[in-house]
T-cell receptor, first 112, second 116 residues
Framework: QQPVQSPQAVILREGEDAVINCSSS?????VHWYRQKHGEAPVFLMI?????EQKGHDKISASFNEKKQQSSLYLTASQLSYSGTYFC?????????????FGKGTRLHILP | DGGITQSPKYLFRKEGQNVTLSCEQN?????MYWYRQDPGQGLRLIYY???????QKGDIAEGYSVSREKKESFPLTVTSAQKNPTAFYLC???????????????FGQGTRLTVV
């Protein structure tokens, strides 16, 4: 039931682009993206709802393909501050009851 | 300042003892959640509550208990029945229907529990 994130980890140099994927075996209603720095609380990035939308702010954007039951997070021209672990959380069609299941996370490390 | 506060930050427990983790929010949020975080496992849902005096089990509720007597508070008790309680525990809250309408969740700074 836990969504699958890929890759598990990625190392980039500052200025390079990254894509983090999140896929589910169940029909999705919503996908949530959070970033957590070591020892800190996760911080909300964005949510995408059923409808196949895309969202973005600054150089971080995401897409949601409900047919494929997956979402992708795009980080362009990465900055050192983007380092951390990224989690996707999914809300499924079967349980619209405020229950969000998170993936295992993708560790992103940006080198100067 | 509004926010969500977890205490204590670090907690040590002897085997066989129950321990209660505190979570308080002054954001006037209806929904509150407890997650457990282990290395490489992501965030796993223990319990969640949408309104006062009501709560539901998450995916790993065994060995845990909660109460929601006040809107602001959602304490988590780790009982002696929890076989492997050493972990990082995160509490979160949100203003509405978390999974469908999309209000963001605010997380506390977490409590690191160690069984000694």
């Amino acid at each position: 039931q836990q969504p699958v994130q890929s890759p598990q980890a990625v190392i980039l140099r500052e200025g390079e682009d990254a894509v983090i994927n999140c896929s589910s075996s169940k029909a999705l209603y919503s996908v949530h993206w959070y970033r957590q720095k070591h020892g800190e609380a996760p911080v909300f990035l964005m949510i995408l709802l059923k409808g196949g939308e895309q969202k973005g702010h600054d150089k971080i954007s995401a897409s949601f393909n409900e047919k494929k039951q997956q979402s992708s997070l795009y980080l362009t021209a990465s900055q050192l501050s983007y380092s951390g672990t990224y989690f996707c959380g999914t809300g499924t069609e079967m349980n619209r009851d405020d229950k969000i299941i998170f993936g295992k996370g993708t560790r992103l490390h940006i080198l100067p | 300042d509004g926010g969500i506060t977890q205490s204590p930050k670090y907690l040590f427990r002897k085997e066989g003892q129950n321990v209660t983790l505190s979570c308080e929010q002054n954001l006037n949020h209806d929904a509150m959640y407890w997650y457990r975080q282990d290395p490489g496992q992501g965030l796993r849902l223990i319990y969640y509550s949408q309104i006062v005096n009501d709560f539901q089990k998450g995916d790993i509720a065994e060995g845990y208990s909660v109460s929601r007597e006040k809107k602001e508070s959602f304490p988590l008790t780790v009982t002696s029945a929890q076989k492997n309680p050493t972990a990082f525990y995160l509490c979160a809250s949100s203003s509405g229907t978390f999974s469908t309408s999309g209000p963001e969740a605010f997380f506390g700074q977490g409590t690191r529990l160690t069984v000694v």
